[in-house]
């Protein structure tokens, strides 16, 4: 399994590091490799939070989020996002983006690709921080299975029950941070982070609708079959438009995760092409984990998993909304998401043993076999 899930991300690890070496010689290659592993290293709680997605689509579109969704996550959000994100904030038309971009020594305005990718950053963070404090307050808020941090959990779970909840807490942080972090970028944060509102409402609005339907269908069509088990196999068999809405919202959640690193990578070089091979090297890896970790089951065995991926995510959110003006290393919210997801694998780690224990000791058989 191991083979058939990374055997892409070793080939292409192989490919682009040869491509650097040939390229750019032993500096391009070291500078690729850096940023190939300061992307896993930064991101493996977006692979997590990807998983809990991925797994309630079929096979196939699991097939689409490695394929397609690589092309998109590497040359889309990664190369050419950032030219998008450049030309509509400086006001630059496509053909001096591109000049910039692949001439690290030209201006525009006084200024180079990258720092003009760093003055758009009021835009990214607040777009990027509201789409995931909202995927962290409906997570937090909603109703869940098992409760990792019971003290805290159940009462917001009880104070989620209020309509609308986390719009409402996203809009207010959205009118802080314009006012407390945003200065002169008052008007842009307000506008990009209402976007990213917009956005995760939209995208995973029409998912959960059309994910609502296909389960009403599959469960109409199973009168034989008990509910609990009909619902437990559409969440994993979902496919067509809430397959496809799963793969869009996917993708912006990639993008929010992806912002922080390839503005930040340009601290490490400013070649554009350098940057793309080793962040698309990384989130080749990211990938593939996402889809190990639905294939292995490891978000099952691992119930609290989950609960700290969103936690990190909800860290992550905060870091963007301060980027707005104070400058934070990419390491810090690196540690942060490892420090959040190997807590809660510890936590699953100690509940799973303590569940074992009480089952011996239920079972008489296995009791007298031990």
């Known amino acids: 399994m191991f083979l058939r899930t990374f055997g892409w991300s070793l080939a292409t690890t192989i490919a682009g590091l040869v491509a650097a ?27 997590v939070v990807n998983a809990t997605v ?24 990664r190369l ?3 030219l ?13 983006v591109i000049d910039l971009a692949l001439n690290s020594g030209h201006t525009y305005a006084g200024l180079t690709y990258a720092q003009h990718l760093e003055a758009a950053n009021p835009a990214i963070a607040a777009f990027g921080g509201i789409f995931l404090l909202m995927i962290f307050l409906d997570f937090i808020l909603g109703e869940k299975d098992f409760h990792w941090l019971r003290w805290l959990e159940k009462p917001l779970e009880r104070i989620g029950q209020l309509e609308a909840l986390s719009s409402v807490i996203a809009l207010v942080t ?3 941070a314009s006012r407390f972090f945003a200065g002169v970028h008052a008007e842009t944060v307000l506008l990009a982070g209402l976007l990213g509102l917009a956005v995760y409402l939209g995208v995973n609005g029409l998912s959960g609708v059309f994910e609502s339907t296909l389960e009403e269908d599959e469960e109409s ?16 068999q979902v496919a067509g438009k809430a397959a496809f809405f799963l793969f869009l919202y996917l993708e912006v959640l990639d993008a929010s995760f992806s912002f922080d690193g390839v503005v930040g990578a340009f601290a490490i070089s400013s070649d554009i092409f350098q940057i793309t091979l080793g962040l698309g090297i990384g989130a080749m890896y990211i990938r593939s984990l996402t889809v190990f970790l639905v294939r292995k089951g490891t978000l099952d065995d691992y119930v609290y998993l989950e609960h700290g991926a969103h936690y990190a995510i909800g860290a992550l959110a905060a870091i ?20 959040f997801i190997g807590a809660a694998l510890g936590s699953s ?10 089952d011996s000791v239920e079972d008489p058989v296995v009791s007298g076999q031990r």
């Open 349 to 358: 780690l100690v509940r799973n043993k303590r569940e074992a224990a009480l």
């Open 174 to 176: 959205l009118a802080l």
């Open 21 to 47: 070496g040939l390229i750019w010689g032993a500096q391009g290659f070291g500078v690729v490799l850096i940023l190939a592993i300061l992307e896993i290293s930064l991101s493996f709680d977006n692979a």
């Open 84 to 96: 998008l994100v450049v030309g509509l904030t400086a006001h630059i038309g496509p053909s001096t």
């Open 54 to 77: 991925l797994k309630r689509m079929n096979p196939f579109w699991q097939k689409i989020f490695l394929t397609v969704g690589v092309l998109i996550a590497v040359f889309g959000m």
């Open 221 to 236: 069509q199973d009168d034989g079959v008990e509910e609990a088990g009909a619902r437990g196999r559409s969440m994993v």
């Open 80 to 82: 050419l996002f950032p």
């Open 320 to 339: 963007l909304l301060i980027s707005i003006e104070h400058k934070i290393p990419e390491i810090v919210t690196g540690l942060i998401g490892v420090a």
